[in-house]
């Protein structure tokens, strides 16, 4: 792909206002290359009230080889929907949404989107994730003072992990928060500034998504006064915290599960869903008894759980702790059992409470597979899902290496872990593969959702991709993660080059004093490398995205806005770009950023990129000129 496209999306270079009330009109901006065409109209159609409505786009410009039009869209709906129609003179008519150029009339639901609700704080673009598993990163002297607890099987922080229940749940390691704090420096070392900790209640699992209360924090982790001191410290090296909350179910010791259990009529047996007389049997997560699951018709959960003075969701972000907001652990399944379906009411509770007590904090969701449906500006700030990143960037870059592994149950396995799909192992894909799969998963996604979606190679639910990583990748991954779309993630242990062939595994205890190694210092100087070209570039978090070449091997694409462009080529294997002129305004004084690539530019103005595969390349362009708004 090499020609060059009539092109839109959420950014500000095209879209005027990306968080407007309802009623507000909207400029959005269409970039039509020079000698498309010819075109005599351009027009929005949107769909408000599910009945079309139209306006017609004006030609307001050139520059750089590009036309620009501009037309107004009135703000109908709280995800208001448009695309725009092209009308040839020789009579043909092509339609752009958010996944591409289109003969055929398109789909309502991959429509380029404007949201009418609450805007996610702006910080948001501009921070780079790092997940922690608490009992796995670091143990402080103060955790020899714990008492083992009577769940756990104790293990020394270089013993193996193991892969077999119930070690798997159970094996105990003792990380914990002043741990963290102890190792808050390496992050800032990293560049990381934004921090996520899964769950940190008390529990009787290693990984604490069974929790026995919300308004404590688990004793073994160093109480309530230790995630106090962890927020302020990482907040005076500028690191944001968030935490994490099971709002789809509770552990089966958590005190309102024990006050209903057994007890008819007590107060909190609306809180679940009990299915005989004796509140002994109820619904639980994928069968699982130690996490009885929550029924969100209960007012009372309701407001004890979100929305009172001091419920779970509005403690933690209060002083004296002042958490930055909060990842909610499966989102998608919250509210939801069989014909019942409350997930939009409560992932708006969520919403209006978090912003009510802080306006700055942010809400991420889980939601595994496609999470379109949930994912359209009326809650969350965006996801950690699997399929419009993680999913296409393994299934191009992994060769599976087939090694033997032990599941959950003890029984040997080859085929590799690839996210619970039962499909053989790692699919594999090509350059063209991962970009179409990106842009399925991505079409029905309000470009502000998508740039808060979690961008993860890998986390605490997933092996790790080095584990897989064909020979000379993990730079290409690394790098598409922290310059496409979406809120890059560092998951604690990747950067020292650990593996791990499944969820649990991957949960490995990180190898301090390991720093020094030359194979562990070339990783961690790699991650830190292209974190700070992240944190360098504001494009890379909030401007717009533009395909420039993909084939089978290969990738270039870049990042715009009206201050800066950056220019990045991706490739597996060898890639022989030659992109035509108008293609790159500015290439000629392209800076280099990150990769062993050339870069060359022809009198005309089309551009050559070469490089040995595998490669990740970045570069530096100046922004991209606009005629002036109308």
């Given at each position: 792909m090499t020609d060059l496209l009539p092109h839109h999306d959420g950014s500000p270079l095209h879209v005027s206002d990306d968080a407007p009330a309802l009623g507000d009109v909207v400029r959005v901006r269409l970039r039509v290359p020079d000698g498309y065409g010819p075109l005599v109209a351009v027009r929005t159609r949107s769909n408000p009230d599910h009945e079309p409505e139209w306006t017609d786009a004006e030609r307001i410009g050139a520059a750089d080889g590009w036309e620009w039009w501009e037309a107004p869209v009135t703000v109908r709906n709280p995800r208001h929907g448009y695309r725009f129609l092209l009308q040839h003179a020789d009579g043909r008519v092509e339609w752009l949404n958010q996944?591409?150029?289109?003969?055929?009339?398109?789909?309502?639901?991959?429509?380029?989107?404007?949201?009418?609700?609450?805007?996610?704080?702006?910080?948001?673009?501009?921070?780079?994730?790092?997940?922690?598993?608490?009992?796995?990163?670091?143990?402080?002297?103060?955790?020899?003072?714990?008492?083992?607890?009577?769940?756990?099987?104790?293990?020394?922080?270089?013993?193996?992990?193991?892969?077999?229940?119930?070690?798997?749940?159970?094996?105990?390691?003792?990380?914990?928060?002043?741990?963290?704090?102890?190792h808050l420096d390496h992050l800032v070392e990293l560049g990381v500034n934004l921090l996520y900790l899964t769950p940190v209640f008390p529990a009787a699992s290693n990984h604490r998504y069974d929790a026995s209360s919300f308004l404590r924090i688990d004793p073994l982790l160093g109480g309530d006064e230790a995630y106090a001191r962890l927020i302020d410290e990482a907040h005076a090296r500028g690191i944001r915290v968030i935490g994490d909350l099971t709002s789809n179910h509770s552990g089966d010791r958590h005190e309102w599960f024990r006050a209903a259990f057994g007890h008819p009529g007590a107060p909190e047996e609306e809180f679940y869903y009990f299915t005989d007389e004796d509140n002994t049997e109820y619904e639980c997560w994928l069968g699982a008894r130690s996490l009885p699951k929550f029924d969100w018709a209960s007012d009372e959960l309701r407001e004890r759980f979100i929305?009172?003075?001091?419920?779970?969701?509005?403690?933690?972000?209060?002083?004296?702790?002042?958490?930055?907001?909060?990842?909610?652990?499966?989102?998608?399944?919250?509210?939801?059992?069989?014909?019942?379906?409350?997930?939009a009411d409560v992932r708006r509770l969520l919403r209006d409470t978090v912003r009510g007590i802080n306006p700055e904090a942010i809400l991420l969701g889980e939601s595994t597979n496609d999470a379109t449906s949930d994912l359209q500006?009326?809650?969350?700030?965006?996801?950690?899902?699997?399929?419009?990143?993680?999913?296409p960037v393994w299934a191009w870059l992994s060769e599976p290496n087939g090694a033997p592994y032990l599941d959950a149950e003890g029984e040997e396995r080859t085929e590799s872990w690839f996210f619970g799909m039962q499909i053989g192992g790692i699919p594999r894909y090509t350059a063209r593969d991962f970009v179409d799969s990106m842009t399925r998963f991505t079409g029905?996604?309000?470009?502000?959702?998508?740039?808060?979606?979690?961008?993860?190679?890998?986390?605490?639910?997933?092996?790790?991709?080095?584990?897989?990583?064909?020979?000379?990748?993990?730079?290409?991954?690394?790098?598409?993660?922290?310059?496409?779309?979406?809120?890059?993630?560092?998951?604690?242990?990747?950067?020292?080059?650990?593996t791990g062939v499944d969820g649990e595994s991957s949960r490995t205890p990180i190898p301090w004093g390991s720093e020094d190694r030359p194979e562990t210092a070339e990783r961690i100087a790699l991650y830190r490398d292209l974190v700070g070209i992240r944190r360098a570039h504001p494009v890379l978090g909030a401007g717009g995205l533009r395909w420039l070449h993909v084939d089978d091997e290969c990738v270039v694409f870049v990042r715009e806005s009206a201050a800066e462009t950056v220019l990045v080529l991706a490739a597996r294997g060898d890639a022989d770009v030659a992109l035509p002129p108008r293609a790159l305004a500015g290439a000629a004084g392209a800076a280099a950023l990150f990769g062993d690539a050339t870069l060359a530019v022809a009198d005309d103005g089309a551009v050559a990129l070469a490089a040995d595969g595998p490669v990740f390349a970045a570069w530096a362009l100046p922004g991209v000129a606009a005629p002036d708004a109308r």
């Open positions: 996944t591409g150029i289109h003969r055929l009339e398109t789909l309502d639901a991959e429509d380029f989107a404007l949201v009418a609700e609450a805007a996610p704080p702006a910080w948001l673009h501009g921070s780079v994730m790092y997940q922690v598993f608490p009992d796995r990163f670091a143990r402080s002297a103060q955790a020899d003072l714990h008492p083992t607890p009577d769940w756990a099987i104790p293990a020394e922080w270089d013993t193996p992990v193991d892969p077999v229940m119930p070690g798997r749940a159970q094996q105990f390691y003792g990380g914990d928060l002043p741990g963290v704090v102890e929305t009172g003075e001091d419920s779970a969701v509005a403690h933690w972000l209060k002083p004296p702790y002042g958490a930055d907001g909060w990842r909610v652990d499966v989102a998608n399944m919250t509210g939801r059992l069989g014909a019942i379906d409350l997930n500006g009326d809650g969350w700030d965006g996801a950690m899902t699997y399929p419009s990143f993680t999913r029905g996604i309000p470009w502000r959702v998508r740039l808060g979606n979690m961008q993860p190679l890998d986390t605490h639910d997933t092996a790790r991709f080095a584990t897989n990583a064909a020979p000379g990748t993990v730079p290409v991954a690394v790098g598409l993660s922290m310059t496409l779309p979406g809120l890059p993630v560092v998951f604690a242990g990747d950067e020292f080059g650990l």
